[in-house]
């Protein structure tokens, strides 16, 4: 049975349609982790870690959003199930440093290549023109938003240029 979307409205503004595409998207990448094993809440934490190898567990909570309550116990599960793995930082024994294991390295693959497909789906028909342009107009919606509305900037991985912050 082929799954029902919600309708669209008449006339939708840009933000509607982004959103609306954006759930969609969302949804059917959680559809897919799921069917692959993988809980959704792991993505961004396998996604930030296949970017950066290593990072404390207050790195991750920074660079994805997530409370660190949120991330703690998230790795606590992705420990227990064999995605991540702790060690003591060489440079102070107080921190640990996360980073995936093969069964990690793997579940990223995948959701990674998943998500190709999904664009690839999604943007089929455009020109590599549009494609660009698309790029630049939300990048510049983006612009918008952090300068207009103080926003916090985007997590590391979805960052163009590596950011100037140290992390702590």
Do not use: W
């Not at 664009?119 to 698309?134: K, N």
């Not at 103080?150 to 991985?157: E, K, N």
Request: glycine share 2%; hydrophobic share 35%.
């Amino acid at each position: 049975m082929e799954e029902k979307h919600p309708p669209r409205p008449p006339h939708p503004t840009p933000m509607m349609q982004i959103i609306h595409l954006s759930k969609l998207f969302r949804d059917q990448l959680r559809r897919a982790s799921e069917e692959a094993g993988v809980p959704c809440g792991y993505r961004m934490i396998l996604m930030e870690l296949s970017h950066c190898e290593k990072a404390t567990q207050y790195e991750l909570a920074k660079r994805t959003h997530l409370t660190a309550p949120t991330v703690s116990v998230t790795l606590q599960k992705m420990e227990h199930e064999g995605y991540i793995v702790r060690v003591p930082d060489e440079n102070d024994l107080r921190q640990m440093q996360v980073s995936l294991t093969e069964k990690g390295v793997q579940a990223e693959a995948d959701n990674r290549a998943r998500a190709n497909e999904l664009e690839q789906a999604l943007l089929d028909g455009f020109s590599e023109e549009d494609r660009q342009t698309l790029v630049a107009l939300l990048t510049q919606m983006e612009d918008n938003l952090h300068h207009k509305a103080a926003l916090p900037p985007p997590p590391i991985s979805l960052r163009k240029e590596p950011p100037n912050e140290t992390m702590v």
